[in-house]
Antibody, heavy 122, light 111 residues
Framework: EVQMVESGGGLVQPGGSLRLSCAASGFTFSSHAMSWVRQAPKGLEWVSAISGSGGSTYYADSVKGRFTISRDNSKNTLYLQMNSLRAEDTAVYYC????????????????WGQGTLVTVSS | QSALTQPASVSGSPGQSITISCTGTSSDVGGYNYVSWYQQHPGKAPKLMIYDVSNRPSGVSNRFSGSKSGNTASLTISGLQAEDEADYYCSSYTTSSTLVVFGGGTKLTVL
């Protein structure tokens, strides 16, 4: 059974940092690109993606230069390092598995975690 | 404002069919066959219903179908059931520097 479990969310002050983790199981982790998608308070927003090998990373303009995506394929874990956080980064953050198994494409995601809430407020 | 435009709400009676539209541009929906549709029930994670315009993942009911014409993609749900009541989001690859864009979401009400 495919499972993704996010952790690391919480309350942080503007300008602060957080590191989100996503532990994956039930599939060949390194064969799939992975994404972070956030939701606040209603609509979905793609944040970042990483290829299966970890060699290619992609970011939305809204987080470029502040967020860093990475993965540890030996631990089947995806990360999102978030720096210089702003109030507008407040959202539920989901990790999502690309449905394509080439390791490159991430335009659709067939499994999502339950999400972790990030609140940026003083 | 979302990059892809969806109606805020649609409704239908059990057994009927409804269609949700998703309008973009030639830089996203119209230019590539990378449109996906997600269903989201309150408090739950999104669920992939359609990928690459018209493909259904295994386990998704064949009552759900996708299509595209020009810059507009559509999700059709036939034989509406009460459990179809949810929010639906479209997404697409885009040539803009933000590589994936979502629609604003459509709330489906089953009357």
């Amino acid at each position: 059974e495919v499972q993704m479990v996010e952790s690391g969310g919480g309350l942080v002050q503007p300008g602060g940092s957080l590191r989100l983790s996503c532990a994956a199981s039930g599939f060949t982790f390194s064969s799939h690109a992975m994404s972070w998608v956030r939701q606040a308070p209603k609509g979905l927003e793609w944040v970042s993606a990483i290829s299966g090998s970890g060699g290619s990373t992609y970011y939305a303009d809204s987080v470029k230069g502040r967020f860093t995506i990475s993965r540890d394929n030996s631990k089947n874990t995806l990360y999102l390092q978030m720096n210089s956080l702003r109030a507008e980064d407040t959202a539920v953050y989901y990790c999502a598995k690309a449905s394509d198994s080439s390791g490159y494409y991430f335009t659709s995601s067939d499994y999502w975690g339950q999400g972790t809430l990030v609140t940026v407020s003083s | 404002q979302s990059a892809l435009t969806q109606p805020a709400s649609v409704s239908g009676s059990p057994g009927q069919s409804i269609t949700i539209s998703c309008t973009g541009t030639s830089s996203d929906v119209g230019g590539y066959n990378y449109v996906s549709w997600y269903q989201q029930h309150p408090g739950k994670a999104p669920k992939l219903m359609i990928y690459d315009v018209s493909n259904r993942p295994s386990g998704v009911s064949n009552r759900f179908s996708g299509s595209k014409s020009g810059n507009t993609a559509s999700l059709t749900i036939s034989g509406l059931q009460a459990e179809d009541e949810a929010d639906y989001y479209c997404s697409s690859y885009t040539t803009s520097s933000t590589l994936v864009v979502f629609g604003g979401g459509t709330k489906l009400t089953v009357l």
